[in-house]
C-alpha cells in the first residue's frame, strides 16, 4: 500500500509539474532562441540566492538543533526544493513549507521548531519584499511615471498591516493554541501539547532579535541579487537597461507576485507585474513576456533537479522500510 501510494504520489507530482511547465514551453522555446546558451549562467548565479536563505534559516534553527543534525548542506538542498514546489507546482505557495518540514524532521528535529522557524522566515520574506518593495518604488517615482500605476502601488501599501499584524498576533497572541481550542471539539481533535509547543517556539525565534536581522537582512539581499536576473536578459535582447531599472523591475514584480500568493505557481502574475512595470521603461509587451520567459526557464532548470532528488530520496526512504 506504501509502494502503491508513493508511485500515484510521484506520477501526480510529475503531471502537476509538466502542466506547470507546459503552458510556459512556447514562450520558454522562443526566449532561448533569442538569448542562447547564454541563459545558463543564470543557473549557478542563482545557488547565491539559495546560499543566502539558507544561511538565515540554519541561523534560527541553530537553538533547536545545538548538535547541528540539520547541516548547512542540508538545509540548502531544503531550501532549493521548497523553493522548487513553490514555482513549479500548482500549490499556493505554501506547499514547499510543508515539504520542508517533512524534509526537515528526517534529520530528526521535531515538528515544532522546524515549523516555528518556517513560519518566521516566511514572516521575515514578507517584511523583506516591502523593504525591496519600497526601494522599487522610490525608483519608480522617481521616473516621474508612479500615475499610471497608483492602483498597484496604493494596493501595496494597503497591505503593510498584514505582516505587522501577523507579527504582532504569532508574538503576543498564542494564535495556534488557541486555534486548536476553537477547532478541536468541531473536527473531534483532542487537546495535545503540539499547538503550545509551537506557539512556545515561534515566541523564542521573535525573541531573538538579532537573529531576526540577520536573516531578514540576508532574505533582503536575496531578493536584490535576483535583480541580476531581468539585467541580463534584457542585454541578452539587446535591449540593456540599467541595474537601478532591474531592481525597480524586480521589486515590484516579485511584491505583487507574493501579494497574489494564492495563485498557484504564481502563473500569470508574472508576467502582467513584468508588463505593467516594464512599460514605464519603454520595454514592449514582447520583450517583458521574454523576461518573465527566461524567468521561468531559470525556474525549471533550478527546479526539477531538486525536485528529482527528492523523490529519489522518497523511494529509497520507501525500500527501506520495505526491507524492515
Known amino acids: 500500500m506504501k509502494a502503491a501510494a508513493y508511485i500515484a504520489g510521484l506520477l501526480g ?61 542540508y538545509v540548502l538542498w531544503v531550501t532549493t526544493v521548497r523553493e522548487a514546489v513553490d514555482r513549479l507546482l500548482p500549490v499556493a505557495s505554501v506547499g514547499g513549507s510543508v515539504v520542508g518540514v517533512r524534509l526537515m524532521r528526517w534529520t530528526g528535529l521535531g515538528i515544532a521548531p522546524v515549523s516555528a522557524t518556517i513560519i518566521v522566515e516566511i514572516l521575515l520574506t514578507l517584511f523583506a519584499l516591502y523593504v525591496f518593495g519600497a526601494l522599487a518604488t ?36 498564542a494564535v495556534f493554541a488557541r486555534l486548536e481550542r476553537f477547532l478541536g471539539p468541531m473536527v473531534g481533535l483532542e487537546r495535545g501539547e503540539t499547538a503550545a509547543s509551537l506557539d512556545a517556539d515561534l515566541r523564542a525565534c521573535l525573541a531573538r532579535l538579532g537573529t531576526l536581522l540577520l536573516a531578514g537582512a540576508l532574505q533582503l539581499l536575496a531578493l536584490i541579487t535576483a ?17 537601478t531599472s532591474s531592481v525597480m523591475l524586480e521589486g515590484l514584480t516579485q511584491a505583487v507576485r507574493h501579494l497574489a500568493f494564492i495563485v498557484p505557481a504564481g502563473l500569470g502574475v508574472q508576467e502582467a ?34 525536485l528529482l532528488s527528492w523523490q529519489w530520496l522518497e523511494a529509497r526512504r520507501l525500500r527501506a522500510a520495505k526491507s524492515e
Request: charged share 15%.
Open 13 to 73: 507530482l510529475a503531471l502537476l509539474t509538466v502542466l506547470v511547465i507546459h503552458a510556459d514551453v512556447p514562450a520558454m522555446l522562443r526566449a532561448w532562441r533569442l538569448a542562447g546558451a547564454a541563459l545558463l549562467w543564470l543557473v549557478p548565479y542563482r545557488l547565491l540566492f539559495f546560499v543566502l536563505y539558507a544561511v538565515g534559516w540554519r541561523a534560527m534553527l541553530r537553538p533547536f538543533d545545538p548538535s547541528a543534525k540539520a547541516g548547512y548542506g
Open 273 to 306: 507585474a513584468l508588463v505593467l512595470f516594464g512599460h514605464t521603461l519603454g520595454i514592449s509587451t514582447e520583450l517583458a513576456l521574454g523576461v518573465s520567459a527566461v524567468k521561468r526557464v531559470r525556474e525549471v532548470l533550478c527546479g526539477v533537479p531538486p
Open 138 to 173: 522610490l525608483i519608480l517615482l522617481g521616473s516621474g511615471a508612479s500615475g499610471e500605476h497608483r492602483e498597484v502601488l496604493a494596493v501595496l501599501a494597503l497591505s503593510l498591516p498584514i505582516p505587522l499584524g501577523s507579527l504582532l498576533l504569532l508574538r503576543y497572541g
Open 227 to 243: 535583480s541580476f536576473e531581468i539585467w541580463w536578459a534584457m542585454r541578452l535582447f539587446d535591449h540593456p537597461i540599467s541595474l
